[in-house]
């Protein structure tokens, strides 16, 4: 038998090789081979000294404490049907939001006050919806791998609900000159209307179109990072030193 | 055990939230132990455990029973893991600069090895393993902690990974290549 290539001693440490016998009896024989194998234990088993932070016996119970209301309104929310009146909401904030821009004729420095308190009803109102964008977008990139079909109920529901919003959205984001936002918004759409416009149950090679259709556009991401910049701009400014707040 | 699992499941997916919670009691610790050795981060962990739940709670209609309920869950933890590690990857320069910083460490250590103190010379070592398991790429990573810590076989996690065996093979195969490479000079001051 010629050596034991590094790939066969890996197999045969995990206990996964199907040569095992003949292996073991070529390290009896030769003394190369056993050092190797020696040498691959010694790093392995050093690896098993890489420490994880200790987990008490509590821990699962602080872990349920910190879900078990998520839970309950993701519960609630399946019930309550967010997405009836969600889109209702939004739409209400950016009416309020156009509304102020179109009639309101502000003077002096009241016009970068007014704007700074628009542009933070708008980032509001995307960052909800960018959240449950992403919750979308989560929920079919990371669905398991299936055999036979997939139901997509929930997923195309919601996205069919959260297109009017996005409309509106990045219509609002253009006017206003927001093309970060407006883009996100722009490449967000084509992907709901994708989902929208699927089958309720989907094969797994329909599920690997949208999963393509979602990571080309690198949409995930885009969605993540603008709705944690969206979240950001939703902060107030902090007071000012004379305690006036704007 | 598993038998009391396989029922909890069963009562979590009609509903019953109590059967939910002994599911998220029993396997939390796992789910942490497995996170942190993927993500190298406590708070990332933290993270993954949470969402891993979360996620498990949203899709218990689509368990099928052919592999062990933490099977399920570690393939959830691990997805979402990776997701986090290459995210970090593909967007933050940190990562490189981490990566020349503990570089550096690590020359330092295998210059600088004590002989008599042991104590230190672990600490030391221990350091050079997660330096060492940072260099991992986030698939080898991956695929070498659920073979070498959680035990899963390596048909396992393919089917986890859905990367299929051999590609998961070779995974581990350059995973224990690159350990060997960072880890060798230091574990042969132990010899």
């Known amino acids: 038998m010629n050596h034991i290539s590094e790939e066969q001693l890996v197999l045969l440490y995990y206990g996964e090789s199907d040569e095992a016998a003949s292996i073991d009896q070529h390290l009896v024989e030769c003394e190369a081979c056993r050092k190797e194998f020696r040498a691959l234990q010694l790093v392995l088993n050093t690896v098993d000294s890489a420490p994880v932070p200790e987990r008490g016996a509590e821990y699962g119970r602080a872990v349920w404490q910190r879900i078990e209301k998520r839970i309950g309104k993701r519960k609630q929310r399946r019930f309550a049907q967010w997405w009836i009146w969600a889109p209702a909401m939004a739409a209400l904030l950016v009416t309020a939001f156009l509304a102020g821009r179109l009639t309101h004729k502000p003077v002096g420095t009241d016009v970068a006050k007014n704007q700074q308190i628009r542009e933070r009803i708008l980032m509001v109102a995307v960052g909800d919806h960018l959240e449950r964008s992403q919750m979308v977008l989560a929920e079919l990139s990371n669905a398991p791998d299936h055999v036979g079909k997939l139901d997509i109920t929930d997923e195309r529901q919601m996205a069919s609900e959260l297109l009017d919003d996005n409309r509106l959205y990045r219509q609002t984001a253009r006017s206003t000159g927001n093309t970060a936002v407006a883009n996100v918004l722009d490449d967000l759409e084509r992907v709901l209307i994708e989902i929208a416009h699927s089958p309720t149950e989907v094969s797994s090679g329909q599920l690997d179109d949208l999963r393509q259709q979602i990571e080309s556009r690198g949409l995930l ?15 107030p400014p902090a007071p000012q030193k004379d305690g006036k707040k704007l | 055990m598993e038998v009391e699992a396989g029922s909890a499941v069963e009562r979590a997916r009609a509903g019953d939230s109590d059967a939910f919670r002994l599911l998220v009691e029993q396997h939390s610790r796992a789910i942490f132990r497995l996170a942190f050795r993927m993500t190298g981060n406590e708070q990332d962990a933290e993270d993954v455990v949470q969402e891993t739940f979360l996620r498990a709670y949203k899709q218990l209609n689509r368990y099928e029973a052919r592999s062990s309920f933490a099977t399920w869950l570690f393939r959830i933890a691990s997805n979402y893991s990776l997701d986090l590690i290459r995210m970090r990857k593909r967007h933050e320069d940190k990562r490189e600069r981490g990566s020349d910083e503990e570089r550096d460490i690590l020359q330092n250590i295998a210059v600088d090895t004590p002989g008599p103190d042991r104590v230190v010379y672990g600490a030391q ?30 048909e ?3 089917a986890s990974l859905g990367t299929g ?5 070779h995974s581990i195969f350059r995973a224990v290549q690159k350990l060997r490479k960072n880890l060798e000079p230091v574990v042969g001051h132990a010899r």
């Open chain 2, 165 to 169: 065996t051999n590609a998961t093979k």
């Open chain 2, 156 to 158: 396992e996690i393919g």
């Open chain 2, 125 to 154: 070592v221990r350091d050079r393993v997660n330096a060492a398991l940072d260099e991992l790429s986030p698939q080898e990573r991956t695929a070498f902690v659920l073979r070498h810590f959680e035990g899963l076989s390596i």
């Open chain 1, 221 to 235: 991401f885009k969605v993540r990072v603008m709705g944690s910049e969206v979240r950001q701009q939703e902060v």
